[in-house]
């Protein structure tokens, strides 16, 4: 048996590649930037409770956390149904492979959302507990997201699979993997940047904010430290790759080498409006980067896969209703989340 012959039949997708490999790009940005947002947070709050205790962000990211969560968990969804639609062949094996670490997700998060609520609402209450039940949260998404950049690496290594025959159990992880580390370690660091970016954002629109100045300065400081660590990190994840992926992205194919060097661009000068305090600048150029990178992504994906498949392989047996029925929900459940944050925002500052 060779590897090949371990890789499933496609189905037939409903409408053209393309239109799927843009949702799947743009849900999974929604999701990447709403994880940073809370992951990034989450790790604020920990280690103000370590430093500060009663001075720190605590008591402020505490109250957003629980939003944040379920933004994630929410827009995670999408990308992963555009995923199985686009990849099913692969993601689904990857996913039978750790199949106990993968069906532990679940447990995982519930457990995460329950320790963020419980900082949340007994703040007060339990001075003493907070550290434990923020750095539990903190501990909890991280291993999450260890088990989803397995899983993404994992359906990427077929020749990897075979080890299914030495253990049938579900637990196995793609640990042998020289992209894993850095890999993983690029969605930590960059979600310790986002999430100081999100605190900046969130006090520089509470002008009645306690210590408002301070908390933006805090922000943007958590940002930059993180962003020039990430450029390290990045560096470290590319020559990680298998040589010729690595090439591809440095002249070896022009879109790849266009979209990455852009996005080192973007980089770069989200950094320089970074350290010069500019919070609304910093966050176009940061969004534009993410985006960036998340096609770069993509586009790694594609040369791992190169070999043995390309989504426009797939055969089209058209039938478009459903992707409109599904843009249709998409535009109103947008709006009305969009009102939910606004009516949210609103009461919070009556609160103030
Ligand atoms: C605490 C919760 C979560 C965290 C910390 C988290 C974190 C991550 C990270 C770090 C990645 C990138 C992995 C990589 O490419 O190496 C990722 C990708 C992904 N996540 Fe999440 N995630 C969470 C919850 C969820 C949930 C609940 C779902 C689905 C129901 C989901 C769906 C996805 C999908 C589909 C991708 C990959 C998209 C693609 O490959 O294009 N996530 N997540």
């Known amino acids: 048996m060779t590897t090949n012959d371990l890789i499933p039949v496609a189905d037939a997708i409903p409408v053209d590649w393309r239109w799927l490999y843009f949702f799947l790009v743009l849900t999974f940005v929604l999701h990447l930037l709403f994880m940073n947002a809370m992951l990034g947070s989450a790790i604020m709050a920990f280690v103000g409770e370590l430093r500060e205790k009663n001075a720190g962000p605590g008591r402020d990211i505490s109250t957003k956390l629980p939003y944040t969560i379920a933004f994630t968990v929410n827009l ?3 990308p992963l149904l555009f995923l199985q639609v686009l990849y099913g062949q692969f993601i689904y094996v990857s996913s039978v492979l750790m199949a106990g670490f993968w069906l532990a997700v679940i447990g995982l998060i519930i457990m995460l959302y329950y320790s963020a609520y419980i900082y949340d609402f007994r703040f007060e209450k339990m001075p003493a507990a907070r550290t434990f039940f923020i750095g539990l949260t903190v501990l909890l998404g991280l291993i999450v997201a260890f088990l989803f950049t397995n899983n993404m690496t994992f359906m990427l290594r077929t020749e990897t699979w075979q080890e299914y025959f030495g253990n049938r159990s579900g637990t196995l992880l793609n640990l042998k993997d020289p992209t894993l580390l850095p890999r993983y370690l690029h969605f930590a660091v960059a979600s310790v940047a986002v999430g100081g ?30 962003t020039v660590v990430q450029i390290l990190i990045g560096f470290w994840f590319l020559i990680s790759l298998p040589i010729e992926v690595m090439l591809s992205f440095m ?23 970074g350290f010069t305090r500019r919070v609304w600048p910093t966050t176009v150029a940061t969004v534009v980067t993410v985006v960036l990178m998340a096609i770069v992504r993509d586009l790694v994906r594609g040369e791992f896969l190169k070999p043995v498949f390309h989504p426009s392989d797939l055969k089209v047996v058209a039938q478009y209703s459903p992707m409109i029925v599904f843009l249709i929900a ?10 939910m944050l606004y009516l949210a925002a609103n009461s919070g500052k009556e609160a103030e």
């Open 76 to 78: 995670g969804v999408a």
């Open 251 to 273: 002249g070896g194919a022009v879109p790849n080498t266009v979209v990455f060097v852009l996005g080192l661009v973007g980089a770069v000068v989200s950094l320089a409006f």
């Open 330 to 339: 998409l535009v109103l459940g947008l709006g009305l989340v969009a009102y």
């Open 197 to 226: 970016l999100f605190q900046a954002i969130l006090a520089k629109q509470r002008k009645a904010l306690p210590y408002r100045e301070k908390r933006m300065n805090q922000g943007m400081r958590w940002f930059t430290t993180a």
